[in-house]
């Protein structure tokens, strides 16, 4: 009898260890999550970040740690996470400028932004708008149109720097109205809006909760926002769509990915425990003030964004010959 029982606990224990083989996710996670978030700490991409990091943290009673990692136009971050173990302990917040660095260097990256990479989630999704001063004679979309035929290369437009999501809003305007406006790329937001409001500059294409601040207190103009549809913080502002530029469209997305061959369970894992926090009151609530509207999904979803996005934005690129400033 003793050893019918011996003989069933060890078949136990054999069953035991071959179901957590089949699923790794089973014991996911039993040691410290590592977030790479690619700039540093402040706006989106940081509270991305930080929020994924305290629901993880709080719902599977585990340590996530948020690890900024800015520099090389996120290049340093993105590449620490495509080299790191598929385990589903190291995670990257990924905005729309992921799917524009193959283009923009083309042989020079130091990773596949394809093969080298898991879609976990589809975190949210933004708007850019148009300003310009609010002095400034554009009035409408028209008029920036207009002018910048008359003026080819005359016109000057700020962003936050070479790939993001303003500059490539900017270069598709141009590519689908056929101007020509020179690009000043200044290190963030917050240098690139100063530089519009004392006229070193005469527009800018950024988020609009970047932007909503200065609106509100007249200082700026937004002419239009970059979606299909407008932008809940401004109802009242026409889409670059609706102004006459028909078929533009640029969402400003943020999501997360693991490195490549990260076990298919684990992803699955933290899709559903992502997707859980964005139906959470508070995190709507923090993702709303900042002007984010939570998307979720399949990994399989976000993955065809992304893909859809790298390939739009490559095209683009090699069409307008962008280059890297």
């Not at 700490?41 to 740690?65: I, Q």
């Not at 300003?131 to 080819?152: E, G, L, M």
């Not at 437009?157 to 020179?182: P, Q, R």
């Not at 006229?199 to 299909?228: C, E, S």
């Amino acid at each position: 009898m003793k050893l019918l029982r011996g003989i069933a606990g060890a078949v136990c224990l054999l069953l035991s260890l071959s179901a957590h083989a089949a699923d790794p996710a089973g014991s996911y996670p039993d040691k410290p999550i590592r977030i790479v978030v690619p700039y540093p700490p402040g706006g989106f991409n940081d509270t991305l970040g930080r929020t994924a990091a305290e629901y993880l943290g709080t719902h599977w009673k585990t340590t996530v740690v948020v690890d900024n990692r800015p520099g090389g136009n996120t290049l340093i971050g993105n590449t620490i996470v495509a080299r790191a173990a598929p385990d589903g302990y190291t995670l990257l917040v990924t905005p729309l400028p992921f799917s524009a660095l193959p283009g923009l260097y083309q042989d020079k990256m130091p990773y596949d932004a394809v093969k080298d990479f898991a879609p976990v989630i589809w975190a949210g999704s933004t708007q850019n708008a148009l300003v310009v001063r609010a002095d400034s004679k554009y009035k409408t979309v028209r008029d920036v149109i207009d002018d910048a035929r008359k003026n080819p290369g005359k016109i000057n437009y700020a962003s936050t720097g070479s790939g993001s999501s303003n500059h490539l809003s900017m270069a598709l305007f141009d590519s689908m109205t056929d101007i020509k406006m020179t690009h000043i790329p200044y290190k963030g937001s917050a240098p690139a809006v100063t530089a519009l409001l004392g006229g070193d500059t005469d527009m800018l294409f950024d988020n609009v909760p970047n932007v909503y601040p200065q609106i509100q207190a007249g200082k700026l103009r937004a002419l239009a926002t970059t979606g299909l549809k407008r932008s809940p913080m401004l109802p009242d502002i026409p889409t670059v769509d609706e102004s006459g530029v028909r078929g533009y469209e640029v969402t400003v997305w943020f999501g997360i990915q693991a490195p490549a061959a990260t076990p298919r369970p684990i992803v699955e894992k933290l899709n559903r425990e992502l997707g859980r926090m964005l139906q959470d009151p508070a995190v709507r609530e923090r993702f709303a003030k900042q002007g984010v509207q939570p998307v979720g999904g399949t990994p399989e979803q976000f993955a065809k964004q992304v893909f859809t996005e790298i390939k739009k934005w490559g095209d683009l690129i090699q069409r307008a010959d962008i280059k890297i400033q």
